[in-house]
């Protein structure tokens, strides 16, 4: 039994967490990520779940009071944005290199500075080489599907990977959408319960976390989360196979819209995708034969799906929400290389779009997609900037 | 509160092994010995970035017969209430059944400075745990660098003695009192030469209900500049000459004990601040006439904290 309701996509996350019951939360606020932890604070103090909540004292204690207890064996969920991440930044690839299956939420909002509080992509990029498994969520609905989807994939024994679950800053996690809940007994038999590897509070069977490693151990350890990443990928698309089974909502590692017989394609990232479904819609109506895709799974990256989105296409514009500055968006040279494996290499475009909150729009958008089929397009284009 | 006879303490299951790469001489691990004697419970260990971290954990080895973790450097705090926040959870749904203890081993550089904001925020949320800082007074594990823990008059690495500062120019901020300010249920400062009192207060710290923050005055050989037999002497002498007070703060009730005790009640005589500064390589500077001045505001400092706490447990 499924019912419809109306929520916005940070109260979304709120409710697939209520519905989880995980061990421990530990949270700080931040804009425009607080709803799911005022939320979720709610939900403690109505006894609606068992978790212990804790009101850390910054962002850096949050990740760390997690991670620490994802190692001693509790399931434990938290959530960020924009500065908090940043500020979370020295735990990010202590958390991976731990290997505990902790879950986070990021409200994707600009970095600092100047300081901004709208969407872009800034946050989840510069944890991009942290070694977490990263989801990236569409709409509403898809931030709550990623939310009971994530546990399954981090927690797999194979896996045992931290993973951010993205959702766009204010587009999402302010915006009231219709959305499909699953009831709260299928949710929590989806999920299952939390069987650690390795928990620290184990007494009986003492083991120490997180020693020092030298370059003896450094980089296999690192090897070997190589390989968790690896078998995240095959996890992931068994994890939404499931989903898909008990929802009805399919998902894929790289997500298409009318790929099949386009000329050329866009790949872009979170809700922009929608718009850029649209944009695809009136560019066909115009006989333009476009498609788009967005990588759900942004890490560990699903080059292979896309290459196979790529092949035989005249040309490829990367939509990128963020920007390496001085060189390209980060998605553009991941893209390239994709590609390059391919026998007839399309070409290959970039584009700057929406950082700190710039518009997105479906005008914009078909702009810079008329001007890439037309071959007039730069290698990469700042759309919409005011120079 | 475990037994105090030597007898029976070494009946308790040995928690930190030897054969860690401590220093010789160093006060650190006999420090945490004693801390670790305070409890029978089973005891979850966490360590904050530093000498005591990266010399009982090297991989594939470990040092401790117990539940041990460290994530980063200023965020001890946080990482141990991450292991309670753990147990509490867990405990409440039956998943573990042992009453189990927690501690933070932590430097000074990792209390007083970088992991000041975790700390206080621990303590605040009134996590069941306790923090140990092993105050050697400097970065000891970056190679001697002062901290806000280092004394007035030290030299270090980043605070030389030079023609034109004696060494460390401010005082050390008075980390004890901070922690008492928080209102938790027990602080307590010890000195390792006296096992009797650092065990009893650790006692005391792992059956308080709430946090316990116990400061640890550690010598250090190679930082201070003494010899590596000379460690639980510099330790008496810290005490000796109240640079480094025994006391403790039970629910806001300040007590001197042992030594400082005895110190107070005129029993036994407070030795002058430069006895403590000729002991070590790190002051000899201070020796020279030039710097009398600084010898001088050394003991004021000391005299004006010392006048303090003894007001203080007249209370």
Not at chain 1, 53 to 65: D, K
Not at chain 2, 13 to 42: F, N, W, Y
Request: glycine share 8%.
């Amino acid at each position: 039994m499924t019912h419809d309701i109306a929520i916005n996509g940070d109260n979304a996350v709120a409710l697939a967490w209520r519905q989880i019951d995980p061990d421990v939360c530990a949270a700080y606020p931040i804009t425009p990520q607080t709803i799911i932890v005022e939320k979720f604070a709610e939900y403690v103090a109505n006894g609606e779940v068992s978790t212990e909540f804790v009101c850390v004292e910054s962002e850096h204690s949050a990740l760390t009071l997690c991670t620490a207890s994802a190692s001693a064996g509790a399931r434990t969920f938290t959530a960020t944005a924009s500065q908090g991440l940043a500020y979370m930044w020295e735990m990010l690839p202590i958390t991976a290199a731990m290997r505990v299956p902790l879950i986070m939420a990021v409200a994707n909002r600009a970095v600092s500075g100047p300081i901004n509080i709208n969407n872009d992509h800034g946050d989840a990029m510069s944890a991009r080489d942290c070694g977490w498994i990263q989801l990236f969520s569409e709409n509403v609905q898809q931030a709550y599907d990623n939310s009971i989807i994530a546990p399954r994939i981090a927690e797999h024994p194979e896996v045992q990977l931290p993973c951010l679950v993205n959702l766009d800053g204010f587009i999402l996690t302010h915006a009231i959408e219709r959305m499909t809940m699953v009831e709260t007994a299928d949710v929590k038999q989806f999920v299952g319960e939390h069987k650690p590897l390795y928990p620290l509070l184990d007494v009986k069977h003492p083991l120490s976390h997180g020693n020092m490693d030298g370059p003896d151990f450094y980089y296999p350890h690192k090897y070997q989360s190589v390989l968790g990443m690896e078998k995240a990928m095959e996890v992931t698309e068994q994890v939404f196979k499931e989903f898909a089974d008990l929802t009805g909502r399919e998902y894929h590692l790289v997500d298409e819209y009318l790929c099949d017989d386009a000329e050329f394609v866009a790949i872009i990232l979170g809700s922009s995708f929608g718009t850029m479904k649209e944009t695809v819609d009136q560019l066909r109506a115009e006989g333009i034969k476009a498609g788009c895709a967005m990588p759900h799974l942004y890490r560990p990256w699903p080059e292979a799906a896309l290459a196979k989105i790529m092949k035989g296409k005249k040309a490829v514009a990367v939509f990128d929400k963020h920007l390496s500055i001085g060189a390209y968006g980060p998605m553009f040279p991941e893209v390239v290389t994709a590609a390059v494996d391919l026998d007839a290499v399309p070409k290959m475009y970039n584009v700057i779009y929406g950082l700190g909150g710039a518009d997105a729009t479906v005008a914009g958008f078909k702009k810079a997609m008329e001007d890439i089929n037309a071959g007039k397009a730069p290698k990469i284009t700042y759309l919409g900037v005011k120079s | 509160m475990t037994s105090l006879s030597l007898k029976e303490l070494n009946k308790l299951p040995v928690r930190l092994a030897s054969g860690h790469r401590l220093c010789a001489g160093c006060a650190e691990s006999i420090i945490a010995k004693q801390i670790l004697m305070g409890t029978a419970d089973p005891i979850a260990v966490s360590a904050s970035t530093g000498c005591f971290e990266v010399s009982t954990t090297i991989f594939p080895y470990t040092s401790w017969n117990t539940p041990y973790i460290h994530t980063a450097f200023g965020n001890g705090a946080a990482t141990c209430a991450g292991l309670e926040t753990a147990y509490n959870a867990l405990k409440k749904k039956g998943k573990i059944k042992e009453d189990i203890k927690f501690v933070n081993f932590a430097g000074d550089g990792a209390t007083y400075d970088i992991g000041l904001q975790a700390l206080s925020g621990a303590m605040e949320r009134g996590h069941r745990m306790m923090y140990v800082c092993l105050n050697n007074e400097a970065y000891m594990n970056t190679g001697i660098q002062r901290s806000s823990a280092t004394a007035m008059g030290a030299s270090t690495t980043t605070s030389w003695a030079g023609t034109l500062q004696p060494g460390k120019k401010e005082f050390s901020k008075d980390m004890t009192e901070i922690m008492v300010a928080h209102n938790i249920p027990y602080v307590a400062q010890v000195s390792p030469h006296n096992w009797r009192d650092t065990v009893t207060k650790a006692s005391k710290g792992f059956a308080a209900d709430g946090p316990s923050f116990i400061n640890a005055i550690s010598p250090c050989p190679r930082g201070w500049r003494f010899p590596s037999d000379e460690t639980i002497n510099m330790a008496r002498l810290a005490v000796e000459t109240c640079v480094w007070p025994l006391y403790e703060v039970v629910d806001g009730k300040y007590a001197l004990t042992a030594e400082s005790a005895r110190i107070a009640d005129g029993k036994v005589e407070k030795k002058p601040v430069l006895d403590w500064l000729n002991s070590q390589g790190r002051f000899k500077h201070l020796l020279q006439d030039k710097w009398e001045p600084v010898v001088e505001a050394i003991q004021g400092e000391v005299d004006r904290r010392w006048e303090r706490l003894i007001k203080l447990s007249d209370l």
